[in-house]
């Protein structure tokens, strides 16, 4: 009688099976993706700025995709080393504004000093997408190669090390901030400076 | 000698695979935390360009996208081969980029809009006349900051 009474256990044996079956499921259709990019700040206005065409960096890409620097048609593939050599001239004589820490060729006529220098890029209807992100991809890279010395110099580690640690770290509050202040430095060595709108200089 | 040859003449205990279903369980419930299905299906081509010196966009929160490309076959008998704009899942034209962009950042909350970033992403044969118009209405309703959304690799693969 009493025997009648218990309930019949429910067999587990098969749960595992089950939760594998629906993990396996989840593995394949999860997609932890994080997109990426280049980021950029478009201009805010019609802002014109006081620049010499010294410090102008023309980058200019027609519709069939030829690149045009500083009135002379390039290959892309050379577009970082002459952005560096722009960017890391230092023309400016000793004095205000001079750049101690260029290593450039310190030519009178190309950029006084990387807080002047600006790199300005252009583009008609035609120029295809593909191409104009790869130019996007050069300049920045000049920009990154050069805080990535400067970072080297000053701290012993590379800028994009620092910003990879800077974003990843679950540090102390405090270490962070140094963090922050590093990047801000170097950032301020060579800020960025790349335009995406016409500039006239005057 | 001997004593070793005892030892591993002994059973070893059996492992108790008691916990295992525990343990496949907290895996699955990560997995199922962390999925997000797709949810938007892609009315154009969309084949980012490359790059590789690339910024992460690992908040999702702040992010509004916008996704440019030649409509897929299926539509490109009906409204054209020419590079056209999806937003929300439907073909936009270029002036409703401004609105959606700040109805986008109404829906969010206050202390992200003055962060939030416009993911563009763009197919890479698309030619720049489209990107500049888009570029243009983003400037009218001062949306600034942007992410021309790329995958990673060589940028010089784009040239072909």
Do not use: W
Not at chain 1, 172 to 179: C, F, G, I, S
Not at chain 2, 101 to 127: F, G, N, T
């Amino acid at each position: 009688m009493s025997k009648n009474r218990e309930l019949p256990e429910v067999n587990a044996g098969s749960m595992a099976d089950i939760a594998f079956l629906l993990l396996i499921f989840f593995l394949v259709t999860t997609t932890i993706e994080t997109d990426a990019g280049l980021n950029r700040m478009l201009p805010s206005g019609s802002d014109r700025a006081d620049v010499k065409e010294k410090n102008l960096f023309r980058v200019s890409l027609n519709s069939n995709d030829e690149l045009l620097v500083e009135d002379e048609l390039i290959e892309i593939q050379d577009l970082r080393e002459k952005a560096i050599a722009f960017l890391d001239n230092g023309g400016i004589a000793e004095g205000d504004g001079y750049c101690s820490y260029c290593k450039g060729e310190r030519d009178a006529k190309s950029s006084d000093n990387p807080q002047k220098a600006i790199l300005s890029l252009s583009n008609t209807r035609g120029t295809n997408y593909g191409v104009y992100v790869a130019v996007q991809n050069e300049l920045v890279g000049a920009y990154n190669e050069l805080r990535d010395r400067e970072a080297l110099r000053l701290y012993n580690i590379l800028y994009t090390d620092l910003l990879t640690a800077y974003n990843t770290s679950e540090l102390l509050n405090a270490d962070k901030r140094v963090l922050k202040e590093q990047i801000e430095t170097v950032r301020n060595l060579f800020p960025q400076k790349l335009s995406e709108a016409e500039i006239t200089a005057n | 000698m001997i004593n070793i040859n005892r030892k591993n003449k002994s059973k070893l205990p059996q492992i108790s695979t008691a916990s295992l279903p525990d343990i496949v369980f907290i895996l699955l419930f990560f997995f199922m935390t962390v999925t997000v299905m797709k949810n938007t299906n892609l009315l154009v081509e969309n084949t980012l360009p490359n790059a590789n010196e690339i910024e992460k966009l690992d908040k999702k929160d702040r992010i509004i996208e916008i996704i440019v490309g030649q409509p897929i076959k299926q539509y490109a008998g009906v409204i054209g081969a020419e590079p056209k704009i999806q937003l929300n899942g439907k073909f936009a034209q270029v002036d409703e980029v401004g609105s959606y962009v700040l109805a986008k950042l109404a829906e969010k909350p206050e202390h992200l809009r003055s962060v939030a970033i416009i993911s563009l992403k763009i197919d890479k044969q698309v030619s720049m006349g489209i990107v500049s118009d888009i570029k243009e209405e983003l400037r009218q309703v001062r949306a600034l900051k942007i992410n021309y959304t790329t995958f990673e690799g060589d940028a010089f693969n784009n040239l072909q």
